[in-house]
C-alpha cells in the first residue's frame, strides 16, 4: 500500500516530502511514482477482490486525525507536530474553564452539539468493536476521553447551566486563521431552564454515558463521575424542554440547528444511560414516552442532528440479546432502515453513485455514509449474536425478504473500501492514505504555514491567501476524511469546494468503528 507512514512523525506537506529521503513514504522518487501509477493503473482494471487495503494503518490514521482537531493544551505525544496551543483562555472573561475539547470541522469554533455527537460515536466504536483495535485501542481511549473531559467541564462549570458553544461562528467564518492565532471573539453560549437546549444536552448526556462506559475498568472514578454528570444532564434536558437552535438563533443556525428537534435526542440519552447504568427507571423512561418521542417514525438517515435510527439500532440490541419486553418495535424499525440500504430487497430505496457509494443529497454526503456503515456492522453484530436476520418485506416480484449479517457485512465493506480507493477516480478519501488523496482540504490549519514554519502571526484577511491558493496544503491533516464526491463520483480537489473538501470529527467518528472490525476481520 502506497501510504504514509506513522513511524516518521515526517506529517508535512506532499510537495516539501517528495524532496526527501523516500524514507517516510512509499510515494517518492520520480522512477517509483511512475512504475506506482502504472500499478495503480492496472489495479484498477483488475477485479476489484483484488485490491486489498491495510485495514490497521487506515485505523491508526483515523484516529490521528482527532489529535490535529485538538483545542487546549496540547499534550508531548500529541502526534500532528504542526499544531500548537490554542484556546487556551476559553471561558475565562466568564469565568469557567472552557480550555480543551475539539474544533468540529475546518474551523475555530468549538460547537458542542456536533462534539458531543462525535464522542458518542467514538465511544460506541471503542464499546463495539475495541477488541478489534489492538495497539490502538488506547488511542481511541484518548480520543473519547479528549472529548468526554471537555464535555464534563461544560455539564458541571455552572449548576443550572450547560455550556454548548465556544467562539461566535459568524465572526470566525470572517477570517480564515490558524487555530494558533485566532484573535476573533470567544464567546461563550450556553442553555438554561429558560433558554432551554434538550436537543445538545440531551446529545451531551449520551456522550458521557456512552464514555462512561469505555472506563468503567480503565479508571472507575472518572466513570463513575462521567455518569453521573450524564444523569443529570438528561435531567435537565428532560426537565426544561426545548430546542437550543430556538434558544441561541443565529449563534448556532444555518451552522448546526437542531433541524430534528429535540425528541430524538431525549431518546438517545435515556437509551444511552440504560446502557451505562443499568437503572430500570431508563427502560421505563424509554417505554413510557418512546410513542411520543418518535419511536413510531421510519428514519432513513443517522447524523449529528437525528438520532432516530441509531437509538433504535441501540435499543434492537436489547431484544435481540436479552428479549426485554416493549423492544419488539425497535428491531422492527431497524430492520426497515437496514433493508433500506441493501439493493435488491423488498425494502431498498437508498441512492447510490454508479461507483457503488450510498449518496444522499447536500453537503458532505460522506458523514452519512459512515454513521450508515457503522449501524450496518453494529446491527450484524447483534444479529449475529441471537441468531437472527433483518426482515425486509414479503419478498415478493423476486425480492429479497430478509438479510443476513454476513450481507451486511458485505454491504459496509464496500463502502470502507469505497472511502479508502476503490473508486472509478482511484482516489482515498481520507489524507495521507494512499498515494492519490485530497490535497487541499477545507481546514484552516492544514492550509497554512505551522506556527514552526512560520512563528509570526498571519492575519484574519492575510489567511484568506491560502484558503484561494491553489497549491496543496502545507501540512498533512492524516486520517481526515472529506466530504466526498458528488452524485456521479466526480471530486473536485478544492480548498473552496467545503462541501466536498471540509473533513469533520463526526464523519470519521464513525468511521473508527468500522475500519476496526475490518482491521480485526479481514485476512
Request: charged share 20%; aromatic share 10%.
Amino acid at each position: 500500500m502506497c501510504s504514509w507512514s506513522l513511524s516518521s512523525h515526517t506529517l508535512t506537506s506532499p510537495v516539501r516530502q517528495a524532496a526527501m529521503e523516500p524514507k517516510s513514504s512509499s510515494c517518492g522518487g520520480a522512477g517509483i511514482r511512475l512504475r506506482l501509477l502504472v500499478v495503480l493503473h492496472l489495479l484498477l482494471l483488475v477485479p476489484s477482490s483484488a485490491m486489498a487495503f491495510n485495514y490497521a494503518d487506515a485505523l491508526a490514521k483515523s484516529i490521528i486525525f482527532f489529535e490535529g482537531q485538538r483545542s487546549g493544551k496540547l499534550p508531548p505525544g500529541n502526534r500532528m507536530p504542526w499544531r500548537a496551543d490554542s484556546g487556551l483562555t476559553d471561558g475565562a472573561q466568564y469565568n469557567v474553564d472552557l480550555v480543551g475539547g475539539y474544533y468540529d470541522a475546518g474551523d475555530n469554533v468549538k460547537f458542542g452539539l456536533p462534539m458531543a455527537f462525535s464522542t458518542t460515536m467514538l465511544a460506541w466504536s471503542v464499546l463495539d468493536f475495541g477488541k478489534f483495535m489492538g495497539a490502538e485501542l488506547p488511542n481511541a481511549r484518548a480520543a473519547v476521553r479528549w472529548g468526554a473531559d471537555y464535555l464534563l467541564k461544560a455539564a458541571t462549570a455552572t449548576p443550572g447551566a450547560l455550556y454548548v458553544q465556544v467562539a461566535d461562528p459568524n465572526q470566525d467564518h470572517r477570517c480564515w486563521e490558524r487555530p494558533e492565532d485566532m484573535d476573533t471573539p470567544r464567546s461563550v453560549y450556553r442553555v438554561t431552564a429558560d433558554k432551554p437546549g434538550s436537543d445538545v444536552a440531551g446529545e451531551t448526556a449520551a456522550a458521557l454515558a456512552a464514555s462512561s462506559m469505555v472506563f468503567r475498568r480503565a479508571d472507575p472514578a472518572y466513570s463513575a463521575r462521567l455518569l453521573h454528570a450524564a444523569t443529570q444532564v438528561f435531567d435537565f434536558a428532560d426537565r426544561h424542554r426545548g430546542s437550543y437552535s430556538d434558544s441561541l438563533a443565529s449563534s448556532v443556525c444555518p451552522f448546526y440547528c437542531s433541524y430534528s428537534g429535540y425528541h430524538d435526542e431525549l431518546l438517545w440519552g435515556a437509551s444511552w444511560l440504560h446502557r451505562a447504568s443499568r437503572n430500570a427507571s431508563f427502560m421505563s423512561y424509554v417505554e413510557a414516552n418512546g410513542m411520543q418521542l418518535g419511536a413510531g417514525d421510519d428514519d432513513y438517515s443517522f447524523s449529528w442532528d437525528d438520532k432516530r435510527v441509531g437509538t433504535k439500532v441501540l435499543l434492537a440490541k436489547g431484544f435481540l440479546r436479552n428479549r426485554l419486553h416493549g423492544l419488539e418495535l425497535y428491531k422492527a424499525h431497524s430492520d426497515s432502515y437496514i433493508c433500506s440500504l441493501v439493493p435488491g430487497t423488498a425494502s431498498f430505496q437508498s441512492r447510490y453513485t454508479p461507483g457503488g457509494l450510498l449518496y444522499r443529497e447536500g453537503s458532505s454526503n460522506m458523514q452519512y455514509v459512515t454513521t450508515a456503515t457503522f449501524l450496518m456492522l453494529a446491527y450484524a453484530k447483534y444479529l449475529r449474536s441471537s441468531g437472527a436476520t433483518a426482515s425486509c418485506g414479503d419478498g415478493g416480484g423476486g425480492a429479497r425478504g430478509e438479510v443476513s449479517a454476513a450481507e451486511l457485512v458485505a454491504v459496509a465493506k464496500r463502502q470502507v473500501d469505497y472511502i479508502l480507493g476503490k473508486n472509478p477516480a482511484g482516489m482515498s478519501y481520507m489524507v495521507g492514505f494512499g498515494c492519490r488523496y485530497p490535497r487541499r482540504a477545507h481546514h484552516r490549519g492544514a492550509s497554512m504555514p505551522s506556527v514552526r514554519a512560520h512563528p509570526g502571526r498571519i492575519s484574519c484577511d492575510a489567511g484568506f491567501g491560502y484558503l484561494h491558493s491553489g497549491e496543496p496544503n502545507p501540512n498533512v491533516l492524516v486520517g481526515a476524511v472529506v466530504g466526498g464526491p458528488d452524485s456521479r463520483d466526480a471530486f473536485a480537489d478544492d480548498r473552496g469546494n467545503f462541501a466536498q473538501s471540509e473533513p469533520a470529527t463526526y464523519i470519521n467518528a464513525p468511521l473508527v468503528g468500522a475500519l476496526a472490525y475490518f482491521a480485526g476481520t479481514t485476512k
